[in-house]
T-cell receptor, first 114, second 117 residues
């Protein structure tokens, strides 16, 4: 089945630690996105990538980093510089970001601080 | 309707009744709108979308209405079922001529729909 796979489902971070969230899609989508979801708030864009080896900062990129070495994969690293990392992280993809197309979402990763 | 804050607005309906969930969007230039359903601990699922040149679109058991005059979007669910219980949120697309870059999707905070048996 085609889709977006995020792992792990739950992740715990210690003080000063970097952690990486995985996102893989087999939909052959060019564009991929990372969003952060906090209780009672709308999704906020962290980073996005429209093509391999290229990515752009979203609205809340500070304390995060990404890479896009393969079309299928768009991992997100939450660095120690992100002081409030506890949130639900969602990866999404779409065929052509220049068109008005719906985003497909993964099932999310809940990140908590130990 | 949706609002910013820690507590989501909640809509409680009886099984079999119709549900209407509202969304006030922010930008009069937005040209595309999407409704998503999100169950607890899961990613959002696409329900239905509508472009700004339309005022109504119907799907299976769902209808989206768009009122551009007052920047209002609604989602109607017919014959609501227990499986419809979830958070529903809307998203608006702000086009490049406004963002100065590419298309930008902005998401609402959501409404919790509870279906009572």
């Amino acid at each position: 089945d085609g889709g977006i796979t995020q792992s792990p489902k739950y992740l715990f971070r210690k003080e000063g630690q970097n952690v990486t969230l995985s996102c893989e899609q087999n939909l052959n989508h060019d564009a991929m996105y990372w969003y952060r979801q906090d209780p009672g708030q709308g999704l906020r864009l962290i980073y996005y990538s429209q093509i391999v080896n290229d990515f752009q900062k979203g609205d809340i990129a500070e304390g995060y980093s990404v890479s896009r070495e393969k079309k299928e994969s768009f991992p997100l690293t939450v660095t120690s510089a992100q002081k409030n990392p506890t949130a639900f992280y969602l990866c999404a993809s779409t065929t052509d970001p220049s068109k008005r197309e719906k985003l497909f979402f993964g099932s999310g990763t809940q990140l908590s601080v130990l | 309707g949706e609002s910013v804050g820690l507590h989501l607005p909640t809509l409680s309906v009886q099984e079999g009744d119709n549900s209407i969930i509202n969304c006030a969007y922010s930008n009069s230039a937005s040209d595309y709108f999407i409704w998503y359903k999100q169950e607890s601990g899961k990613g959002p699922q696409f329900i239905i979308d509508i472009r700004s040149n339309m005022d109504k679109r119907q799907g299976q058991r769902v209808t989206v209405l768009l009122n551009k005059t007052v920047k209002h979007l609604s989602l109607q669910i017919a014959a609501t079922q227990p499986g419809d219980s979830a958070v529903y949120f809307c998203a608006e697309n702000i086009p490049p001529r406004v963002t100065g870059g590419g298309n930008k999707l902005t998401f609402g905070t959501g409404t919790q729909l509870k279906v009572e048996l």
